[in-house]
């Protein structure tokens, strides 16, 4: 029998530990913001761990500690895409890592997606009885939940600790001179951390620039001010996207209907008609009050769905070529997001969108909505492949 519920009900610990010392086999869902989280236990015990958000997929996470670089990533995701297989395997068979290596960077990622969940206090979950069989999974992996639960709750104490100085995405840090111990540069992830404060990137760019959690960025950024290395010159408000897409229709008369239902009808005469943006827009805002709800939750993954395939085949090509149309020195008047500013850096003139959007640690759909956008904006252009 499944057992759903909310963290804000039954709190994280409470439920891991119930689900650990009962030996429970299934699959625990959560769900936040759209972004989906799983985790498979045998018998009490964490055997694998999947994330829907793009940072901590497995590609991400090791270019975030330096085991790969964005164009080693390209080329596995391109061969995984080839050969239907799992992007561990095809990273064991291209010798990048070792089975053993790749293990351990399972067991490290399943590790952060579970530690992430003690800051997803709003999540929904799911658990389902269903039969895990270790066999078919390639690189299992085993967490005792008495481990993660420990290191958990003193990750909840770090996290609470860092954010009394980061605590808005807008910082901005620059450095003070002081050089950090040789250990910092001896460290990749940590050295291209360090490499990026400039005095102009703020803490949301310096995240996705570096592919990792918010946990570990701001971590490291936090014992870089802590110890007088780098000082807080500003707090920075991106400017805010400009809606995209046709304006919602007015809503029908409500009558005894509540508000969800009117825009879930509302959202679904759209779709109906083509206009998948001006849907989404009315969807993201009802999934931020109703992020439980079954019915809207279909019709935002159809939404979704139908946008990805009409960017594709009408505003963002995927194997065109994004090319940046302004110097960069003029762009500094344009108030552009993390998000536009991580996809800007990418448009070298070799890249096309397909492998733009694979090496972004940013979902398909929220990075073609950026693409669209700066293409509207006159900032960039799509043009066919050289050759």
């Not at 270019?63 to 990273?91: I, Q």
């Not at 592919?211 to 110890?227: G, I, Q």
């Amino acid at each position: 029998m499944p057992i759903a519920g909310s963290i804000a009900t039954m709190t994280l610990p409470d439920l891991l530990q119930w689900l650990g010392s009962s030996g429970k086999t299934g699959v625990l869902r959560f769900e936040r913001r759209r972004l989906c989280k799983r985790v498979l236990l045998s018998g009490g015990v964490v055997v694998a761990c999947s994330s829907q958000d793009p940072r901590e997929l497995l590609g991400h996470f090791l270019v975030s500690r330096g085991k790969l670089d964005e164009e080693t990533l390209r080329g596995a995701l391109e061969r995984k895409d080839r050969t239907d297989k799992p992007l561990g395997c095809t990273l064991v068979e291209l010798g990048v890592l070792s089975a053993h290596e790749l293990t351990a960077y399972l067991t490290a990622q399943a590790e952060e997606i579970i530690f992430s969940l003690f800051e997803w206090p709003d999540a929904v979950f799911r658990f389902d009885d269903e039969p895990i069989d270790r066999a078919e999974l390639p690189f299992p992996i085993e967490l005792r939940i008495e481990d993660v639960l420990l290191r958990g709750m003193q990750r909840t104490d770090e996290v609470a600790q860092i954010r009394t100085v980061f605590d808005n995405p807008g910082i901005v840090l620059r450095r003070t001179g002081r050089q950090p111990p040789d250990a910092v540069f001896a460290n990749r992830m940590a050295s291209r951390l360090f490499d990026s404060i400039d005095g102009e990137r703020t803490v949301a760019d310096i995240l996705l620039l570096s592919h990792a959690s918010e946990y570990m960025v701001t971590k490291f950024l936090f014992e870089l001010h802590r110890t007088g290395m780098v000082e807080i010159t500003e707090i920075r408000t991106p400017g805010e996207p400009a809606p995209a897409g046709p304006a919602p229709v007015a809503e029908p008369p409500a009558g005894t209907r509540s508000p969800l239902q009117v825009d879930l009808e509302v959202a679904g005469n759209l779709i109906s008609r083509g206009e998948f943006e001006a849907s989404l827009e009315i969807l993201d805002k009802a999934y931020k009050a109703h992020p439980g709800d079954e019915a809207l939750r279909r019709l935002l993954a159809e939404a979704e769905a139908c946008f990805i395939d009409k960017a594709y085949r009408h505003f963002v090509p995927a194997d065109r070529v994004p090319v940046l149309l302004l110097p960069v020195d003029q762009l500094t008047g344009e108030q552009l997001s993390p998000e536009e500013f991580f996809l800007l850096s990418r448009m070298t003139g070799d890249w096309d969108v397909k492998a733009i959007l694979q090496i972004s640690p940013i979902r398909e759909v929220d990075a073609l909505r950026v693409l669209k956008r700066m293409r509207e904006k006159g900032l960039i252009e799509l043009r066919d492949p050289a050759g």
